[in-house]
């Protein structure tokens, strides 16, 4: 039997098809740079990296002697050429080995980031100076590398939950030109990092090529993301009650100076040392190696005492460090 439409029916099927055709929008597809992660996965990803830029402030912190912030800036799928022309020459990249998967990844941090934290360990303020674009003496890259080597265990830390990783083969590369993780026109995931204070501002990248994250990747579902949100909170609890119990040590500085090396040199026993502070100012209280308080030095029965008498600002912190 022959399917007969009336006149109306068939204008219905016209205006639906019209509408359709109207309300889709065609959307861009960049061939050369293929999203091969899903936002969904791409969202745990990130959820990864902002644990680890926790651990990485910490970290940083503690070697820096000061406050440092990090933050997880971006999380980026470029092609592996298009992220080794971004880095300057010479470069701080260390290259290293994920087990069980096998696959490379990088971890690459800014001259300012690298000449800041040369300088604070050599007793500087911590101050990065972007044009100072030289390979690192054997000395500094000790220093680096012990930093470098914190930071990767924070990194196993952040993935543990997730799948757990161990790193191995750490080696540094300066020049963006030998560094063979992956082939040129490979895709990558890129998650940035900036590094601030007062003193120091700065970058750092972790690359991973996508073939090396594939075992992991079946593994970062959505459902994910809410057992990291319910881990978050319980681990937030947790370490609170720990934090309450944790010891840290606390020193008092009554006085300081400065003496040159010469005079350091002709020290003799029963020598005065006379010191720059005046005998009416306040002592400095430290607490974990910063400067948090001024104070009175006495004794409390036959111990030594400080009786805390304002916290310091930010300003007058650095002026203690």
Known sequence: MADERTGDTQNSFSNQIETGFQS???????????????????????????????????TFAASMRMVVDVDLAFVDQPLYNEFLLSLPTPCSAFT??????????????????IMAIIDRTLGGKG??????MRPL??????????????????????????????VTNVELETNPEFIQAANSGDPTIVAAFEAHS??????????????TLETLLPRLNKNDISHAT???????????????????SALVQIAQGSLSLKEIAD????????????????AVVFVGNQPKFFARAGLDGRQRAAQIISTLQASEEELYR
């Open 267 to 282: 020290l003799q026993q029963g020598d005065v040392i006379k010191l720059d502070t005046k005998k009416n100012e306040h």
């Open 230 to 248: 319910n881990q978050e909170h319980g681990n937030s609890v947790t370490d609170s009650r720990s934090l309450s119990k944790m010891q840290v």
């Open 96 to 113: 290293f080995t994920l087990e069980p998967t096998g696959g490379k990844a990088l971890l690459c941090l800014s001259p300012e980031l």
């Open 127 to 132: 101050v990065g100076n972007s044009d100072d």
């Open 137 to 166: 003496t054997s000395i500094e890259r000790k220093i680096v590398n012990k930093l470098v080597s914190n930071l990767l265990r924070d990194f196993e830390s952040a993935w543990e939950t997730r799948f757990p990783l161990e």
């Open 198 to 211: 007062t003193t120091l501002n700065g970058l750092v990248h972790l690359c991973y090529p996508v073939s």
């Open 24 to 58: 889709s929008v065609p959307q861009s597809y960049d061939f050369n740079r293929p999203q091969r992660v899903n936002k969904d996965r791409l969202r745990v990803v990130e959820n990864v990296h902002e644990q680890f830029s926790q651990l990485f402030s910490s």
